[in-house]
């Protein structure tokens, strides 16, 4: 893959590693990061790799746009849009992945970084990170997808206290309220852990399961059940399906490729 300025791409056999590297300021995204990120996010999103992580360098996740680049008049509509929308795209890319996404947040994460760690399918947390929606502070609204998580993700009424309110959530808390996955004491090694379980597990269904809980959001019941009859029938043309049955019956574990 092409080298970046402001990502390290890093392939480690089925996982694919992408960290921000913009220390100085806090990973914060300038137009360029912004749209590395939407074509890595792109290529990731079609390439073989089975798992994607993506974290930060530097004790930070992603502080959103880079407000040193602003003027704070009408005229930063243009570059607030122009980032807004190759994170945007980053973030439709890692949803709809069809495969698992790890969110690696090692830090601060706040603003557009915000929406980014919420867009993982694993959330994991650093003990001395923590996340904020930062948005009110400097007189925006939300972007990065994050009040479309925050209300799906902790119902509306503390989606506004969050919003609103502004106070930092500190991991414990992050994982009480549902918006992350766990807190790691040993983040990298158990980053890593996750990421090579994921990357042995079935691709193909795990893409699939994703696809089925993001459509049911907006679906009644019937319909979503539809929509699994189908997929589950599909998944008997897999060969990791073939291969989990088969170890099933001679109670072993199963050796899955992704395929």
């Not at 893959?1 to 300025?5: D, Q, V």
């Not at 992603?62 to 407000?67: E, H, K, R």
């Not at 709809?96 to 495969?99: D, F, L, S």
């Not at 009110?136 to 939300?142: A, D, E, S």
């Given at each position: 893959?092409?080298?970046?300025?402001y990502?390290?791409?890093?392939?480690?056999?089925?996982?694919?590693?992408v960290t921000?590297?913009r220390?100085e300021?806090?990973?914060?995204?300038n137009?360029?990061m912004?749209?590395?990120l939407?074509?890595?996010?792109?290529?990731?999103?079609?390439?073989?790799?089975?798992?994607i992580v993506?974290?930060?360098?530097?004790g930070?996740f992603?502080?959103?746009?880079?407000?040193s680049?602003?003027?704070?008049?009408s005229e930063d509509a243009?570059t607030?849009?122009?980032?807004?929308s190759?994170?945007h795209r980053?973030i439709?890319?890692l949803v709809?992945?069809?495969?698992p996404?790890?969110?690696?947040v090692n830090g601060?994460?706040?603003?557009?970084g915000?929406g980014?760690?919420?867009s993982?399918?694993?959330?994991?947390?650093?003990?001395d990170?923590?996340?904020?929606f930062?948005y009110?502070?400097?007189?925006?609204?939300?972007d990065?997808?994050?009040?479309?998580?925050?209300?799906?993700?902790?119902?509306?009424?503390?989606?506004?206290?969050?919003?609103?309110l502004d106070?930092p959530i500190?991991?414990?808390?992050?994982?009480?309220?549902g918006?992350a996955?766990?807190v790691?004491?040993?983040?990298?090694?158990?980053?890593?852990?996750l990421a090579?379980?994921l990357?042995d597990?079935?691709?193909?269904a795990?893409?699939?399961?994703?696809?089925?809980?993001?459509?049911?959001l907006?679906?009644d019941?019937s319909?979503?059940m539809?929509?699994?009859?189908?997929s589950?029938?599909?998944?008997t043309?897999?060969?990791?399906y073939?291969?989990?049955?088969a170890?099933?019956?001679e109670?072993e574990t199963?050796?899955?490729?992704?395929?």
């Open positions: 893959m092409t080298e970046f300025e990502l390290d791409i890093e392939r480690v056999e089925d996982i694919a590693r921000m590297n220390p300021m806090h990973n914060a995204m137009r360029e912004a749209d590395e939407r074509t890595v996010t792109m290529a990731l999103h079609d390439d073989d790799s089975r798992c993506l974290t930060g360098t530097d930070a992603n502080t959103g746009a880079d407000l680049v602003l003027s704070g008049n243009r607030l849009r122009k980032i807004a190759s994170l980053s439709e890319n709809r992945a069809p495969k996404v790890i969110t690696g601060v994460s706040a603003g557009g915000f980014l760690a919420l993982g399918d694993i959330v994991l947390l650093a003990e990170s923590r996340l904020e930062a009110p502070r400097v007189g925006l609204t939300g990065g997808g994050s009040t479309y998580f925050l209300p799906h993700l902790v119902g509306l009424r503390r989606a506004k206290e969050i919003a609103l106070d500190f991991p414990n808390d992050a994982v009480e309220m918006l996955t766990e790691a004491e040993d983040f990298d090694a158990r980053l890593v852990e090579e379980s990357a597990g079935p691709t193909r795990y893409g699939a399961t994703k696809r089925l809980f993001n459509r049911g907006g679906r019941l319909a979503q539809a929509s699994e009859t189908d589950i029938a599909r998944m043309e897999t060969e990791d073939e291969r989990g049955l170890a099933f019956f109670k199963p050796e899955f490729e992704g395929r």
